[in-house]
């Protein structure tokens, strides 16, 4: 299995609380993204990284933040958690080296906002 | 229009069927793609890539139709065990990558 770990893997926490989830990989893998995914919408991009210190903003990015500052660790931060943020938050890595490499996947991070 | 589109089922079918899922995308420039399992509660994974000439790997075949723009993929001898989501996955330049939202299989004993 790619290394990617996520932490934490589960998070309950109050409306309001800032919150962050980070990736860490061992592949030395070029670009990270973070993925949520929600029943009836399957995963959906919020921001992905092509390199330190570069990111960019993905379909559902609002009320998110990110930062990248080594190649391993990609942070995700929920500055004013809502509970429309509760869902199941997904890293995923690839190598872009050329055409045809896929993603792979973290384990996931179970958020509840009450 | 969304990027990538496919039949949410849910497919219930018997141990030894055979079961083809299709998807199809929006962009002509998609350059990549691939299939994706997902477990229950569980993170996706790579089941395969799917190459313009068709590709086999045991009971998994894939095939893409670029004209058509649409990829399939076909299960033989079903498993209990194949039961599962799958998702159909588009990749274009600069590594953006395009999910279905999954289609179930259940595999009935």
């Known amino acids: 299995d790619a290394g990617i770990t996520q932490s934490p893997r589960h998070k309950v926490t109050e409306t309001g609380t800032p919150v962050t989830l980070r990736c860490h990989q061992t592949?030395?893998?070029?670009?990270m993204y973070w993925y949520r995914q929600d029943p009836g919408h399957g995963l959906r991009l919020i921001h992905y990284s092509y390199g330190v210190k570069d990111t960019d903003k993905g379909e559902v990015s609002d009320g998110y933040s990110v930062s990248r500052s080594k190649t391993e660790d990609f942070l995700l931060t929920l500055e004013s958690a809502t509970s429309s943020q509760t869902s199941v938050y997904f890293c995923?890595?690839?190598?872009?080296?050329?055409?045809?490499?896929?993603?792979?996947f973290g384990d996931g991070t179970r958020l509840s906002i009450l | 229009r969304k990027e990538v589109e496919q039949d949410p089922g849910p497919f219930n079918v018997p141990e030894g069927a055979t079961v083809a899922f299709n998807c199809t995308y929006s962009?002509?420039?998609?350059?990549?793609f691939f299939w994706y399992r997902q477990d229950c509660r569980k993170e996706p994974k790579l089941l395969m890539s799917?190459?313009?000439s068709g590709n086999e790997d045991g009971r998994f075949t894939a095939q893409l139709n670029r004209a058509s723009q649409y990829i399939s993929l076909l299960i033989r001898d079903s498993k209990l065990s194949d039961s599962a989501t799958y998702l159909c996955v588009v990749a274009r330049t600069g590594n953006q990558f395009y999910f279905g939202t999954g289609t179930s299989l259940t595999v009935i004993p």
């Open positions: 592949e030395n893998h070029r670009y």
């Open positions: 799917v190459y313009s």
């Open positions: 962009n002509s420039a998609s350059q990549s």
């Open positions: 995923a890595i690839s190598d872009g080296t050329g055409p045809n490499q896929p993603q792979h």
